[in-house]
């Protein structure tokens, strides 16, 4: 054991000799790696999605972004067919009065559009919008470069990646 600790203390001295001195670089802290601002995106982690231009979808073209189409069986109207209460008078023929079902109007409700007169658009499922494939919808997109995180470990620029100065 003494024998032992005796040619590590000359090891030591041999190699204090032979290599230069150094010490932990402190800007780094040994690491050899700082973080820094990822150059790709500027520190944001993400960019503005270019396809949507960051609104994460577009105007749906098919009912310029009403959500909703015109009902193409009553034009509109919310109304289809005859009335079949009435016979399409729109009178009750026992009483005289209005024809409650078709609101005087003779006709039926449509059975497209349940009398709305217009349906939910098909082109954008009734949102108006159409989400952006690109970003699903976010506006935006993750920086590959940092995983979103706006910053990224680079070589300590103060011991060029080593962890230790030279003096
Ligand atoms: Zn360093
Ligand atoms: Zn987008
Ligand atoms: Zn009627
Ligand atoms: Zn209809
Ligand atoms: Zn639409
Ligand atoms: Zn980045």
Same mark, same amino acid.
């Given at each position: 054991?003494?024998? @032992?600790?005796?040619?590590?203390?000359?090891?030591?001295?041999?190699?204090?000799?032979? %290599?230069?001195?150094?010490?932990?670089? &402190?800007?780094? &802290?040994?690491? /050899?790696?700082? $973080?820094?601002?990822? &150059?790709?995106?500027?520190?944001?982690?993400? @960019?503005? =999605?270019?396809?949507?231009?960051?609104? !994460?979808?577009?105007?749906?073209? %098919? +009912?310029?972004?009403?959500?909703?189409?015109?009902? #193409?069986? *009553?034009?509109?109207?919310?109304?289809?067919?005859?009335?079949?209460?009435?016979? /399409?008078?729109?009178?009750? &023929?026992?009483?005289? @009065? %209005?024809?409650? @079902?078709?609101?005087?109007? /003779?006709?039926?409700?449509?059975?497209?559009?349940?009398?709305?007169?217009? #349906?939910?658009?098909?082109? +954008?499922? !009734?949102?108006?919008? $159409?989400? =952006?494939?690109?970003?699903?919808?976010?506006?935006?997109?993750?920086?590959?470069?940092?995983?979103?995180?706006?910053?990224?470990?680079?070589? *300590?620029?103060?011991?060029?990646?080593?962890?230790?100065?030279?003096?």
């Amino acid at each position: 054991m003494k024998h @032992f600790l005796f040619i590590s203390f000359l090891l030591l001295l041999v190699s204090c000799k032979s %290599t230069p001195k150094f010490m932990q670089c &402190d800007n780094c &802290d040994g690491e /050899g790696e700082v $973080i820094a601002e990822c &150059d790709e995106c500027e520190g944001y982690g993400y @960019f503005k =999605c270019y396809v949507c231009n960051g609104y !994460g979808g577009h105007k749906c073209g %098919t +009912c310029s972004g009403n959500g909703r189409l015109r009902c #193409n069986l *009553c034009y509109g109207t919310g109304r289809n067919g005859q009335c079949i209460h009435c016979s /399409g008078t729109g009178y009750d &023929d026992s009483s005289g @009065f %209005t024809c409650i @079902f078709c609101d005087g109007t /003779g006709k039926s409700e449509c059975s497209m559009c349940y009398g709305r007169g217009y #349906n939910k658009c098909y082109g +954008c499922n !009734g949102n108006g919008i $159409i989400e =952006c494939d690109k970003c699903n919808g976010y506006g935006k997109l993750v920086c590959q470069e940092c995983d979103g995180e706006g910053k990224v470990k680079v070589e *300590c620029p103060d011991c060029e990646g080593s962890g230790r100065k030279f003096f």
